[in-house]
Nanobody, 123 residues
Framework: QVQLVESGGGLVQPGGSLRLSCAASGSIFSINVMGWYRQAPGNQRELVASFASGGSTNYADSVKGRFTISRDNAKNTVYLQMNSLKPEDTAVYYC?????????????????WGQGTQVTVSS
């Protein structure tokens, strides 16, 4: 099995900062992509940022210039630095990883999700 363990969520005032982290562990052959999604009440889950193994990154338009995703491949860990937070950033944030695992002598790809961590931006 593969587990994604998240930390760093909490309550912060508008304009403040938070740093989320997510570490993957278990039977892992490779990790191709790690990223962050978020879901607010009444909304669909949306991609916030992703980091591919080749170094390319993608960001939602709403967070460009404020959020930064980084990745420590040696630790199978992805981070999300969130600055200049706004009330509309309030959501449950989910870590996601596309993991290669050995099955029947072949490496197959599986998608895993963290349990989610609450981020609340409020005065």
């Amino acid at each position: 099995q593969v587990q994604l363990v998240e930390s760093g969520g909490g309550l912060v005032q508008p304009g403040g900062s938070l740093r989320l982290s997510c570490a993957a562990s278990g039977s892992i052959f490779s990790i191709n992509v790690m990223g962050w999604y978020r879901q607010a009440p009444g909304n669909q889950r949306e991609l916030v940022a992703s980091f591919a193994s080749g170094g390319s990154t993608n960001y939602a338009d709403s967070v460009k210039g404020r959020f930064t995703i980084s990745r420590d491949n040696a630790k199978n860990t992805v981070y999300l630095q969130m600055n200049s937070l706004k009330p509309e950033d309030t959501a449950v944030y989910y870590c996601q990883a596309d993991v290669g695992r050995v099955v029947g002598g072949q490496v197959l790809q599986f998608r895993y999700w963290g349990q989610g961590t609450q981020v609340t931006v409020s005065s």
